[in-house]
């Protein structure tokens, strides 16, 4: 069976640090790894990585995938209250139509 | 551009109880999959509708069914509810045909089961 997990399962910083958030997984025929973040009801999406070792960047987050470990991190620098949220980390793999999600982390940010 | 749009937003229903619950996919998209969302746990898949087929499939019980509709729309059914089903639903769509098939979420529907 698809497994994600993700840590710390929540995280509480002060507004400026910069955290990293983890995300394993076990998934047959892989396709690609998703994250996501969720404030109060829809996730909303950040990031998919198909390739191993490249990063994606989008403002002050970023993340890669790590094929051959099985895992990606997803980083926020220079952190702001809008930062906190739930962030969830997602699988999906070739001939299966969905997604495989951890229970996410909890991100508080401290102003 | 109208996004993942879902309703009710929030609903109350009593335990042995029937309820539906509806989703308008993003335009142009035109698959829909359905997530549940238990309190402080990532979603879990229900199963996944494309050309009003059920094609995919999570581990729910019959209970849940669900159906596609021509305008590609689409409805969970949930039937002699438990309190276990209380939960927020996701829908979620996207585009068959979309090799980078990326996923929209809905804002969900809160679903207490008193």
């Known amino acids: 069976e698809d497994k994600v997990v993700q840590s710390p399962l929540s995280l509480v910083v002060h507004e400026g640090d910069t955290v990293t958030l983890n995300c394993s997984y076990e998934?047959?025929?892989?396709?690609?790894l998703l994250w996501y973040k969720q404030e109060k009801k829809a996730p909303t999406f950040l990031f998919m990585l198909?390739?191993?070792?490249i990063e994606k960047k989008s403002g002050r987050l970023s993340s890669i995938l790590d094929k051959k470990e099985l895992f990606s991190i997803l980083n926020i620098t220079a952190t702001q209250t809008g930062d906190s949220a739930v962030y969830l980390c997602?699988?999906?793999?070739?001939?299966?139509?969905?997604?495989?999600f951890g229970t996410g982390t909890r991100l508080t940010i401290i102003p | 551009d109208a996004g993942v749009t879902q309703s009710p937003t929030h609903l109350i229903k009593t335990r042995g109880q029937q309820v539906t619950l509806r989703c308008s996919p993003k335009?142009?998209?035109?698959?829909v999959s359905w997530y549940q969302q238990a309190l402080g746990q990532g979603p879990q898949f229900i199963f996944q509708?494309?050309?009003?087929?059920?094609?995919q499939r999570g581990n729910f019980p019959d209970r849940f069914s669900g159906h596609q509709f021509p305008n590609y729309s689409s409805e969970l059914n949930v039937n002699a509810l438990l309190l276990g089903d209380s939960a927020l639903y996701l829908c979620?769509?996207?585009?068959?045909?979309?090799?980078?098939?990326?996923?929209?979420f809905g804002s969900g529907t809160r679903l207490t089961v008193v």
């Open positions: 335009s142009g998209h035109d698959t």
């Open positions: 998934v047959t025929n892989f396709r690609s």
């Open positions: 997602a699988s999906s793999n070739f001939g299966n139509e969905k997604l495989t």
């Open positions: 509708y494309y050309e009003e087929e059920e094609r």
């Open positions: 198909t390739s191993s070792g």
């Open positions: 979620a769509s996207s585009r068959m045909a979309d090799p980078n098939y990326g996923y929209t």
